[in-house]
């Protein structure tokens, strides 16, 4: 017998590395006296599929981990005045689409350890645009969860 490996043989990718754990930004009670949950009150307004798809794309960047992840458009790097964040998309009913808003951080006290975080998310009718008060209120909670050390989280 050769000494030749089958592919069978071969270590696993992803049994080698760690995924990214996917955790929540909540809000501080100096923010937000509710501490509400922009990503997950986001998600629960979607209908159940549109939630499915999110979770799957978040679940499988978190895996690949994400800077390896190849997204075919349902992971997108921000770009201007949004850099820093990635937008998890898809489409609904409708031809609607819907997009979560997330940070990547590998390191940064009260996370678990390399962190995919949802920020919040947004929704649009296909062919339209979100405006620059939608964006400005995606930065402004990406720069509020930024500024909290430790990091204001949920899992």
């Not at 209908?47 to 997108?76: C, N, S, Y």
């Not at 031809?95 to 951080?105: A, F, N, P, Q, T």
């Not at 979100?130 to 930065?139: C, E």
């Amino acid at each position: 017998m050769s000494g030749r490996r089958r592919p069978t043989d071969a270590p696993d990718e992803r049994a080698r590395s760690n995924p990214w754990a996917i955790v929540f930004f909540r809000r501080h009670r100096d923010d937000d006296p509710g501490q509400s949950v922009p990503g997950a009150e986001f998600l629960e307004s979607c209908p159940i599929g549109v939630r499915a798809d999110l979770a799957a794309i978040v679940k499988a960047v978190a895996d690949a981990p994400p800077m390896k992840f190849a997204g075919g458009g349902q992971w997108e790097a921000m770009h201007g005045d949004m850099a820093g964040l990635y937008e998890a998309r898809t489409r609904g009913p409708r031809k609607r689409l819907y997009r979560l808003y997330c940070l990547l951080e590998r390191e940064a006290p009260g996370l678990p350890g390399p962190s995919l975080v949802i920020v919040t998310g947004l929704d649009k009718p296909n062919a339209s645009a979100f405006s620059p008060a939608d964006y400005r209120r995606v930065r402004s909670l990406g720069d509020e969860y930024r500024g909290r050390t430790p990091r204001s989280i949920e899992r």
